[in-house]
């Protein structure tokens, strides 16, 4: 898995739409969805950096590291 987006979680903590936040840090919906949805491959740090400004959060509220488990069961 890797890095987790939880930024539904955090939307939902704050009672923000996608909308609104989309409005907030100047992104469209389009790409928005595609972070909150774990299907963004990057992310620039002055994105993060408006998400988390708008959603008054620090990174780590946003992102999460989950090891990856191995083919073998290690």
């Known amino acids: 898995m890797g890095i987790i987006v939880n930024l539904d979680v955090m939307m939902a903590k704050r009672k923000m739409s996608l909308t609104d936040l989309a409005g907030k840090v100047d992104l469209t919906l389009a790409n928005l969805s595609i972070l909150k949805n774990n ?7 002055s994105t993060l950096e ?3 400004k708008a959603l008054n959060c620090q990174p780590g509220d946003i992102l999460e590291y989950v090891e990856e488990e191995t083919a073998m069961g290690d």
Do not use: Q, S
């Open 39 to 45: 299907k963004a491959r990057a992310v620039r740090f």
């Open 50 to 52: 408006a998400i988390c």
